[in-house]
């Protein structure tokens, strides 16, 4: 599979631990992004790279997240201190120049 | 910042009818106008996209209509079938520095055999 690839598929943790997700974008998509979906809602757009440069990010990343993408090719997002509120699906995309957008299938993150 | 909203939520609709779902946005430098469909459990997947150069797009049984004065968009799904059942997603996104794309809150289509 040649898509964006993310792991783990699913992670339960307990409140207060902190947790790291990894991405990798399809070969030579210089753009990632992630996003974060709950139950019913559409994806919302937490942060964006370029190569190896964050150049964007939302304000729904509160101090307790941080993305790294150090060589510009995998990504990985990491959750300090985890809440139940961040129960969610954590989902990266990457794309070269178009505007087409591929996603992975993303990190089911359960806080008990 | 830019919102995006879409209707209906649920649409429930017999095989080989049609089904219509529509979006508007708020923010006029929108430019770019994808769909993408999501299967339980599964990943987003494009479908079809759209840009403001082009007021309707076709794809076998999928069509998408753009109104930039109206600021909304459609999605047509034509001779439905039962593996059409999903949650379909409309978004957008404008030429800035991160192109990122503002999704809508979904639609879940059930097709009845």
């Known amino acids: 599979d040649t898509g964006v690839s993310q792991n783990p598929r699913h992670k339960i943790t307990k409140r207060g631990q902190n947790v790291t997700f990894r991405c990798d974008p399809i070969?030579?998509?210089?753009?990632l992004y992630w996003y974060r979906q709950t139950l019913g809602q559409g994806p919302e757009f937490l942060t964006y790279?370029?190569?190896?440069?964050?150049?964007?990010k939302s304000r729904l990343l509160s101090d307790r997240f941080s993305a790294e993408r150090p060589k510009g090719s995998f990504s990985t997002l990491e959750i300090q201190r985890t809440e139940q509120g961040d129960s969610a699906m954590y989902l990266c995309a990457s794309r070269r120049e178009s505007e087409k957008l591929f996603f992975g299938s993303g990190t089911q993150l359960s806080v008990l | 910042g830019e919102n995006v909203e879409q209707h209906p939520s649920t649409l429930s609709v017999q095989e080989g009818d049609s089904a219509v779902i529509k979006c508007t946005y708020s923010d006029s430098a929108s430019n770019y106008f994808p769909w993408y469909k999501q299967e339980l459990g599964k990943r987003p997947q494009l479908i079809i996209d759209?840009?403001?150069?082009?007021g309707e797009k076709k794809d076998q049984r999928i069509a998408v209509t753009l109104n930039k004065t109206a600021k909304h968009f459609s999605l047509h799904i034509t001779e439905t079938q039962p593996e059409d059942s999903a949650v379909y997603f409309c978004a957008t996104s404008k030429k800035d520095s991160s192109y990122k794309l503002i999704f809508g809150s979904g639609t879940r289509l059930l097709v009845r055999p």
């Open positions: 790279f370029q190569n190896e440069a964050q150049l964007e």
């Open positions: 070969s030579e998509h210089n753009r």
């Open positions: 759209i840009r403001s150069n082009v």
